[in-house]
């Protein structure tokens, strides 16, 4: 990790487009943009280990970040990929635990932070801040339980169709009639997401090949949402 010698403007731009601080004027943005520090991080670097003090807040600006959590048998369920927008670290912060879950980079990534103190000190100062907090977090939540619900209720194939395309709504772009997840997705961090086997995955993935419904290239999956939507109403 190193610290980037981003300027004030660029750390602003990101504020803006986050959903959190978006409300905010532009005046204000301005004067609490200077609380922002901008930082990178190297493909697979680390950004916090589950267990952390958790005393800073983050938002990721460029890049991806996965959301990981270590379990008794040596390995590491994704829990989630954090886009460029996504607040990730927040919940810890806020309530002063520890971090529940670690933070690693995907690719070269971009993130700025706030320390808990001034976060606090800024959700004083604008009390919009708390209120979208809460909606955000709620939205987060949200998307857990349904995550959860599908695993409990859904067979490998519907559930690994339900992350393609929730992955390819937020951060696809369109590829020759296909919808391309971009950024570099293996099959083990597919599995990690749904549940399943790395086996199962595999298979599962070749059977979307076959029938037309993805296809690979250079490490990136492209979707055809139409079919996959098709898929999960059979």
């Known amino acids: 990790m190193k610290k980037s010698p981003v300027t004030g403007h660029k750390i602003s731009e990101i504020l803006k487009k986050s959903e959190i601080f978006s409300p ?35 938002i990721v600006a460029e890049g991806n970040v996965k959301i990981l959590k270590h379990t008794m048998m040596g390995k590491d369920i ?27 980079a ?14 606090l000190k800024i959700m004083e100062e604008y009390p919009i801040l708390k209120l979208e907090i ?20 859904e067979r490998v194939e519907k559930r690994i169709a339900s992350l393609l395309l929730k992955l390819s709504e937020k951060v696809g772009i369109d590829d020759n009639g296909f919808r391309k997840i971009d950024f570099p997705l293996t099959r083990q961090e597919i599995a990690e997401m749904v549940g399943t ?21 250079d490490g990136r999956i492209s979707i055809k949402v139409v079919s996959l939507n098709r898929f999960l109403e059979e």
Do not use: W
């Open 24 to 58: 905010l004027t532009e005046t204000e943005i301005k004067k609490i943009t200077p609380l922002f520090e901008n930082l990178t991080f190297r493909n697979n670097e680390t950004v916090f280990t589950e267990g952390d003090p958790s005393d800073s807040f983050y």
């Open 78 to 104: 994704i829990l989630e990929i954090m886009s460029p927008g996504d607040i990730f670290g927040g919940v810890a912060v806020l309530d002063k635990k520890p971090y529940p879950a670690s933070a690693q």
């Open 106 to 119: 995907m690719e070269s990534t971009t993130a700025v932070r706030i320390s808990r103190q001034n976060l």
């Open 134 to 153: 809460v909606r955000y977090f709620s939205d987060k939540l949200r998307d857990a339980h349904e995550m959860l619900k599908n695993i409990a209720t």
């Open 197 to 217: 086997t790395v086996e199962t995955c595999i298979r599962t993935m070749s059977k979307f090949q076959k029938r037309g419904m993805v296809k690979s290239s």
